[in-house]
C-alpha cells in the first residue's frame, strides 16, 4: 500500500509524513523538499534526498522565486528527481518518500513516469500532494494508493495511522 497526505497549506502534511516515518522506523529513500529564503530575498526550492544530507545548493534547486512566483527548473525533476527515485526504487525494503509533489512538476513528465514505476513497484511510498492538481489523477486513482485528507481536527494521531496502514504492507 502507498499513502499520500493531502490537505490545506500549513495544516501539517509534511510533519505526519516526518513522524509516520520516523515511527515505522525503516529505512528511507526518495526526496524531501525544502523552501529556503536568503538574506537578499531571494527563494529557492530544493529536492534533497531523503537517505543522505540535505545539499542546498545549485544542484537541488528545483524552482527560483521571480516576480513574486514560483518558476519550476523542469529539467531538474527530470534528471534529479528521476535519479532519486530510481535509486529508491532500487533499494528494496526502503519506504519511498515525496514529500512533496505540487503544481511545479506539472510539466516534469519523466518524473512523473518515474513516479508511476515507484507505485507500480515493491517499495511503499509516503508522500505529500498539494490540491487540486490534474496531474497528480494517475496516483489518485491508482490502487495500491490511499489517499488521506489532513484537517486540523485528524492530523493529531495522523503519523501513527498513517504508520499502521503502511505495517500492513
Known amino acids: 500500500m502507498h499513502v499520500f497526505l493531502t490537505g490545506d ?19 528511507l529513500a526518495g526526496f524531501w ?19 543522505r544530507e540535505e545539499l542546498l545548493d545549485e544542484e537541488h534547486m528545483v524552482a527560483v522565486l521571480e516576480d513574486g512566483r514560483m518558476r519550476a527548473l523542469t ?16 533499494c528494496l525494503g526502503r519506504l519511498i518518500l ?13 518524473f512523473q ?15 505529500v500532494l498539494r490540491k487540486d492538481q490534474s496531474w497528480h489523477d494517475f496516483i489518485k486513482n491508482h490502487p495500491r494508493v490511499r489517499v488521506l485528507t489532513v484537517t486540523e481536527e485528524n492530523r ?6 498513517v504508520a499502521a496502514l503502511l505495517e500492513k504492507e
Do not use: W
Open 9 to 27: 497549506r500549513q495544516i501539517g502534511k509534511s510533519r505526519a509524513v516526518r513522524a509516520a516515518s520516523e515511527a515505522l522506523g525503516r529505512p
Open 113 to 127: 513516469r518515474e513516479i508511476r514505476l515507484c507505485l507500480d513497484g515493491e517499495n511503499p511510498v509516503l508522500g
Open 156 to 161: 493529531e494521531g495522523l503519523a501513527e495511522r
Open 33 to 51: 523538499t525544502r523552501f529556503l529564503t536568503r538574506e537578499r530575498g531571494s527563494s529557492s526550492l530544493y529536492m534533497v534526498p531523503a537517505d
Open 75 to 90: 529539467e531538474r525533476f527530470d534528471t534529479l528527481g528521476v535519479q532519486l527515485l530510481r535509486e529508491a526504487r532500487a
Open 98 to 110: 515525496m514529500d512533496e509533489c505540487g503544481h511545479l512538476e506539472r510539466n516534469a513528465l519523466l
